[in-house]
């Protein structure tokens, strides 16, 4: 069985904006939401102080304390993210949802900070009066597939992707894959992260975090030669993958087509990129969709603005398309968002693919020579007409994804 497979409702949570239009016009306004947190400043031997966090979101009034007593902030992200997809495909309160054949794959890198603490105060205070039975819940690495699950009542698959930087892009291909084989009609998919400085520390001791900290709204800088590290963001993305006869038969709208999808591993080094196994895994995503290399109009980078990080997947890019391909980051704009970047990523690509305007790399100004010779989108973003986009994202643990989305013309 080899059934197509297409995205009927987006939902996006993210600093760029709480709708899909609100995030579209501030992609548009060509500028970044990267600012100073002031709180962080307290934080000892932390180099950062840089972050883009989610400054006007609040809970849903109709999300019930029941509801949400198992969700830390990762997970009210991922829930409000699939509510909006959820209605935006028309499919909020289908009993479709509840008769085995809608399941969920999404992934963020880890549960939600405060609980870790939680657990961990056990060993410092010998006592678990901070500890309640939705503790773990809150904590642990499926949390946001499990209150996705709850809360709209899905009873298909569940599909975890808690890895790291690919969670959200192998949320959106193992979705794919589940529905291409049969297995599922409908995969809520995708990915989510809240902010914490645990996180920027993670890259902070490896000297890969950005220390701008006086200029905010000039960092980060994606294969730019003058970039001096990433800057963590949050969010949470959801993409309504459907069988597409399925989607047709009920008049859904149809956003774009999932064409191809690859994953592997470097099996060599935890942190280090590998251009080999970066190349591959477009090759590989490629021959899933059975196209050649020339059909891809534009790449959406991983570019995290970390020197080795960009080296590394232009070189990927230009090994296997040898031509100048066009690409650009949209972490120059809200951070790296972690196991919530290829989820937000894929959503951007299809919007910026239906619209053919292509956001530039804000803060791109000189491009590293040391990255390959590729078209990068600068200044006031392209406008073209492609036909296939791919999305490629790259995690520690030598983890790499690529999807590649078709535009759909009914």
């Given at each position: 069985?080899?059934?197509?497979?297409?995205?009927?409702?987006?939902?996006?949570v993210s600093p760029l904006g709480l709708t899909l239009n609100d995030t579209f016009n501030s992609l548009k306004s060509k500028r970044n939401f990267v600012k100073h947190m002031e709180e962080w400043e307290k934080i000892e031997g932390l180099h950062t102080k840089l972050a883009?966090?989610?400054?006007?979101?609040?809970?849903?009034?109709?999300?019930?304390?029941?509801?949400?007593?198992?969700?830390?902030?990762?997970?009210?992200?991922?829930?409000?993210?699939?509510?909006?997809?959820?209605?935006?495909?028309?499919?909020?309160?289908?009993?479709?949802?509840?008769?085995?054949?809608?399941?969920?794959?999404?992934?963020?890198?880890?549960?939600?900070?405060?609980?870790?603490?939680?657990?961990?105060?056990?060993?410092?205070?010998?006592?678990?009066?901070?500890?309640?039975?939705?503790?773990?819940?809150?904590?642990?690495?499926?949390?946001?597939?499990?209150?996705?699950?709850?809360?709209?009542?899905?009873?298909?698959?569940?599909?975890?992707?808690?890895?790291?930087?690919?969670?959200?892009?192998?949320?959106?291909?193992?979705?794919?894959?589940?529905?291409?084989?049969?297995?599922?009609?409908?995969?809520?998919?995708?990915?989510?992260?809240?902010?914490?400085?645990?996180q920027a520390v993670v890259f902070d001791v490896l000297f890969a975090t950005s220390t701008k900290n006086n200029t905010p709204g000039l960092t980060p800088r994606p294969y730019d030669k003058d970039r001096d590290g990433l800057v963590v963001g949050e969010g949470g993305a959801?993409?309504?993958?459907?069988?597409?006869?399925?989607?047709?038969?009920?008049?859904?709208?149809?956003?774009?087509?999932?064409?191809?999808?690859?994953?592997?591993?470097?099996?060599?080094?935890?942190?280090?990129?590998?251009?080999?196994?970066?190349?591959?895994?477009?090759?590989?995503?490629?021959?899933?969709?059975?196209?050649?290399?020339?059909?891809?109009?534009?790449?959406?980078?991983?570019?995290?603005?970390?020197?080795?990080?960009?080296?590394?997947?232009?070189?990927?890019?230009?090994?296997?398309?040898?031509?100048?391909?066009?690409?650009?980051?949209?972490?120059?704009?809200?951070?790296?968002?972690?196991?919530?970047?290829?989820?937000?990523?894929?959503?951007?690509?299809?919007?910026?693919?239906?619209?053919?305007?292509?956001?530039?790399?804000?803060?791109?100004?000189?491009?590293?020579?040391?990255?390959?010779?590729?078209?990068?989108?600068?200044?006031?973003?392209?406008?073209?007409?492609?036909?296939?986009?791919?999305?490629?994202?790259?995690?520690?643990?030598?983890?790499?994804?690529?999807?590649?989305?078709?535009?759909?013309?009914?």
């Amino acid at each position: 069985m080899n059934r197509r497979v297409v995205v009927t409702g987006m939902g996006i949570v993210s600093p760029l904006g709480l709708t899909l239009n609100d995030t579209f016009n501030s992609l548009k306004s060509k500028r970044n939401f990267v600012k100073h947190m002031e709180e962080w400043e307290k934080i000892e031997g932390l180099h950062t102080k840089l972050a883009s966090p989610i400054e006007n979101f609040t809970i849903p009034e109709h999300y019930t304390r029941k509801q949400t007593r198992s969700m830390g902030r990762t997970s009210v992200f991922a829930v409000r993210a699939s509510e909006l997809a959820l209605k935006d495909a028309g499919l909020l309160g289908s009993s479709e949802l509840e008769n085995g054949l809608t399941g969920v794959a999404y992934g963020s890198s880890s549960g939600s900070v405060d609980s870790f603490y939680d657990f961990y105060s056990i060993l410092k205070t010998n006592t678990v009066s901070g500890i309640t039975s939705s503790s773990y819940i809150r904590m642990m690495p499926h949390t946001c597939p499990v209150n996705i699950s709850v809360f709209f009542k899905l009873t298909g698959r569940l599909i975890p992707t808690g890895t790291a930087c690919t969670s959200g892009s192998l949320g959106v291909g193992y979705g794919y894959e589940a529905i291409k084989y049969g297995h599922q009609d409908i995969m809520l998919a995708g990915g989510s992260e809240e902010l914490s400085p645990t996180q920027a520390v993670v890259f902070d001791v490896l000297f890969a975090t950005s220390t701008k900290n006086n200029t905010p709204g000039l960092t980060p800088r994606p294969y730019d030669k003058d970039r001096d590290g990433l800057v963590v963001g949050e969010g949470g993305a959801t993409l309504v993958l459907e069988e597409y006869e399925h989607a047709i038969r009920r008049g859904a709208k149809i956003y774009a087509e999932v064409v191809g999808f690859a994953t592997n591993t470097d099996g060599a080094h935890v942190t280090q990129p590998n251009k080999t196994t970066m190349s591959i895994v477009m090759k590989k995503a490629l021959l899933s969709a059975s196209l050649p290399p020339e059909s891809i109009g534009y790449i959406n980078g991983h570019g995290t603005a970390t020197t080795q990080g960009d080296v590394a997947e232009t070189h990927a890019v230009d090994t296997l398309f040898n031509r100048k391909m066009p690409i650009s980051s949209q972490k120059s704009y809200i951070g790296h968002t972690l196991g919530a970047c290829g989820a937000i990523e894929s959503i951007l690509s299809i919007l910026m693919m239906n619209d053919n305007w292509y956001a530039p790399t804000v803060n791109l100004e000189n491009i590293d020579p040391e990255c390959a010779d590729l078209e990068y989108i600068q200044s006031e973003g392209v406008t073209m007409d492609n036909e296939y986009v791919m999305n490629n994202n790259f995690a520690f643990g030598g983890i790499n994804s690529s999807l590649i989305f078709k535009k759909i013309i009914l």
